[in-house]
């Protein structure tokens, strides 16, 4: 239950995020910043972006739109909205500390503990409404169900239009064509409800660049002397391989990790390289710290990879649709393995973890195929059982228990 | 040629018309023995249980295989079992989770795709398959008509729907008074948990994945002129009940109608544990109606029944005050 001093807590800073004059504030302190650190180092550079986003969010100088992971935020950007992406500002709330009051909330309106937890906490948030307010919801259904059903919740809490595309499995000119006349129907939505003007040449050449500099980050990280620290640390720059793709932001901030990386070569390589499915816990654990104790570091993430084709903003709606419909690869299996596989080719790695979110049935259903599969090539891989935000799941003795086996495995290998 | 589906959005017309018989396939026998290395702890009963009648070949005598996405385990059970039974001939349905005139287009597509498939199948001729459309169109548009009305006239109740033989009939001489409620529930356990529920003086409207939900198509329309595949598509993602997870304000009105028209006094939400599509329905509904509704879940057993029928007891007295 929700004590009464965090019930003021939460009444009073509800009170402050429907102020928006007071987050025109920001502009000064962001200023000082600017000042301060003229030459802003990664965590610094990451810390001023973040600042500037809440800024335009909770101040709405522009439509806030809010998208589920997977629709492109390319669209957005393009045209002229603040996106927000629910299920990673749920991963910031884990990290900042305070998951269980959303989670809490939203089991008390009968979102269950059985439901994926970072749309449970983005429900609570929203039933909160610490969220800023979305103008507008779009979602896509590719990956996972449950999306679906959570954006459908998100709508009727907020009282806001909804759209959802309907991603088909299959490969097709005619899925394609199917994903791209439901995106025509929303961008023409979008220019009478907001006045907006698409501008698909700025939203993806920055997008374009920022995949380039990824890439080049990918060709560093299979160096061996080159690792991210802690072994999970790019999971956290998730808003920039989502939210900020397609603005400067995203194209400042991978320029800085490359810079950051080129500057930090290993003296002593670790011992066992690692390919990370999925996403991790986000509330503080001992995961990260297990993993640097049995030697392991992570080479390359799953979530961090680039599954579309350079964007063509002569074609930007097929183009867009072709992005969206590539990233049902991530659950369809065999595309997936084939993936995965690739990556452990490339990027040496001795083995491969997944970290289960409870909730997700996606993904935890496709168990069986994934360790079948890699097992036949000879990599070990390893299913962590948890959640990725809700700490009621959380074991470190199990989970040390199981990466200790685990090292077990990799040092007989 | 016997074809086996899972998900009610299914077209049984199709598959008739194509020369198969078509079986709405449910466990009877309900068991997740054969799938607990395939699947996870929290993961669909329901997907469980069909993972091992499929894998048991307790369904030998079906010939062909439809899946479909409805929800993220129903895909998953159709990977994993080809993954184990690459020979067993199956086919897998997209089913739009939304119901715009461009998804109706696109499942009309799909249809004409998954009949191409099952006449090549068989080798019927494209004009002989046409024909026979159409017929099971007609024969498909006066039983859903007379099943939707009856439904609304308060004529079937029980287990009428699986089981029309009049089971509920003689319960019911029982309890002169029954309490109307609506059964929402999934595939599993619903002959059981109907005969519970009579039992202790309900009269039970179905509202599962084999009654209401699979039955009745309010709104329905046809004319011969209409395009077949385009009739189907219309029929199944914009006529029919929808499931929960699709198009939750369409299928609040279409329970609102249920529960005005047949007086329903309260709702038991027998549900599958794990089921997404389910344990946000049961907060989307505990909102916005305003009769008395009643979560119960279940797994794989029908262990629990001593827990339910205190909890169902209790639900009846509420009600009777």
């Not at chain 1, 449970?120 to 307010?133: C, N």
């Not at chain 2, 997740?32 to 699947?39: G, P, Q």
């Not at chain 2, 005139?101 to 998954?114: G, H, K, S, V, W």
């Not at chain 2, 595949?229 to 939750?248: E, I, Q």
Request: charged residues 20%; aromatic residues 14%; glycine residues 4%.
């Amino acid at each position: 239950m929700i004590g009464w001093k965090t019930e003021f807590v939460l009444s009073t800073t509800r009170y402050l995020v429907k102020r928006k004059s007071l987050f025109h504030l920001l502009r000064i302190y962001e200023w000082w910043l600017s000042k301060k650190f003229s030459v802003p180092n990664l965590p610094q550079t990451s810390y001023q972006l973040t600042i500037r986003m809440i800024r335009e969010l909770y101040s709405r100088t522009r439509p806030v739109i809010w998208a589920s992971l997977f629709f492109p935020c390319e669209f957005i950007h393009a045209a002229g909205a603040i996106p927000f992406y629910p299920e990673i500002a749920a991963g910031l709330v884990a990290a900042l500390g305070f998951p269980h009051i959303p989670l809490e909330k939203a089991e008390q309106n009968w979102y269950s503990q059985d439901l994926c937890s970072y749309h449970r906490a983005g429900v609570g948030m929203s039933l909160l409404e610490l969220f800023p307010r979305p103008d507008l919801l779009l979602a896509t259904t590719s990956i996972c169900r449950g999306t679906t059903a959570f954006f459908q919740t998100l709508a009727d809490i907020w009282k806001v239009p909804c759209y959802l595309v309907d991603v088909p499995f299959e490969s097709s000119p005619e899925a394609l064509r199917y994903v791209k006349d439901q995106l025509t129907v929303i961008a023409s939505d979008i220019q009478s409800r907001f006045g907006s003007r698409f501008d698909w040449e700025k939203s993806f050449t920055l997008s374009n660049e920022t995949v380039r500099i990824i890439q080049q980050i990918g060709e560093l990280r299979k160096q061996r002397d080159i690792l991210l620290h802690p072994p999970t640390k790019n999971l956290d720059y998730l808003p920039y391989y989502f939210q900020f793709l397609g603005s400067p932001s995203s194209l400042l901030f991978f320029k800085k990790l490359r810079q950051h990386l080129r500057e930090s070569r290993e003296q002593n390589t670790l011992s066992h390289r690692l390919i990370w499915l999925h996403l991790k816990p986000f509330y503080t654990n001992r995961l990260t710290a297990l993993l640097k104790e049995y030697g392991c570091g992570v080479v390359f993430d799953e979530f961090g990879s680039i599954f579309w084709e350079p964007l063509d903003s002569e074609n930007p709606l097929e183009s867009l649709a072709k992005k969206i419909c590539s990233s049902q690869n991530f659950t369809i299996p065999e595309q997936r393995i084939t993936k995965i596989l690739r990556w452990c080719k490339e990027y040496q790695a001795d083995g491969v973890i997944q970290f289960n979110q409870w909730g997700c049935r996606q993904s935890q259903g496709m168990n069986y195929l994934l360790k079948k599969s890699l097992q036949q090539k000879g990599y070990p891989l390893l299913l962590l059982d948890g959640d990725h935000l809700d700490k009621r799941f959380y074991s470190e003795e199990q989970l040390r228990t199981r990466i200790e086996a685990f090292h077990e495995l990799m040092e007989g290998l | 040629m016997k074809v086996g589906y899972f998900c009610t959005y299914v077209p049984e017309e199709l598959i008739q018309a194509c020369g198969g018989q078509a079986h709405l396939l449910y466990p009877k026998y309900v068991s997740h023995n054969e799938a607990t290395s395939y699947f996870p702890t929290s993961f669909c009963p329901l997907a469980k249980s069909l993972l091992a009648n499929l894998l048991s070949e307790r369904w030998k005598d079906i010939d062909f295989f439809i899946f479909g996405t409805g929800c993220d385990a129903g895909r998953r059970l159709y990977d994993v079992f080809t993954s184990l039974r690459s020979k067993v001939p199956s086919y897998f349905l997209e089913i739009p989770a939304i119901d715009t005139d461009q998804a109706i287009t696109f499942y009309a597509r799909n249809l004409n795709e998954l009949a191409q498939y099952l006449l090549s199948i068989q080798g019927i001729p494209s004009i002989e398959y046409t024909v026979n459309l159409i017929a099971s169109l007609i024969t498909g548009y006066d039983i859903k008509k007379n099943f939707t009305d009856l439904f609304f006239k308060g004529k079937e109740y029980g287990d009428t729907f699986i089981k029309p033989i009049g089971f509920s009939d003689k319960r019911l001489k029982n309890n002169p008074e029954p309490i109307p409620i609506l059964l929402i529930a999934s595939h599993l356990f619903i002959h059981r948990i109907i005969n519970v529920l009579e039992k202790r003086g309900f009269l039970v409207l179905d509202n599962s994945a084999l009654g209401m939900r699979r039955y009745i198509f309010p709104d329905i329309s046809y004319t011969v002129e209409d395009d077949s595949f385009m009739t189907l598509s219309r029929w199944y993602l914009k006529n029919k009940v929808p499931c929960p997870g699709h198009s939750p304000e369409r299928r609040l009105s279409i329970l609102n109608k249920t529960i005005f028209e047949l007086d329903i006094q309260g709702i038991i939400y027998f549900y599958p544990k794990f089921c997404d599509q389910s344990l946000y329905d049961i907060a989307f509904l505990k909102k916005y109606l305003t009769i008395p509704l009643l979560p119960i879940e279940h797994d794989v057993s029908f262990s629990s029944l001593g827990q339910w029928e205190t909890r169902i007891d209790a639900f009846r007295e509420v009600l009777s005050r």
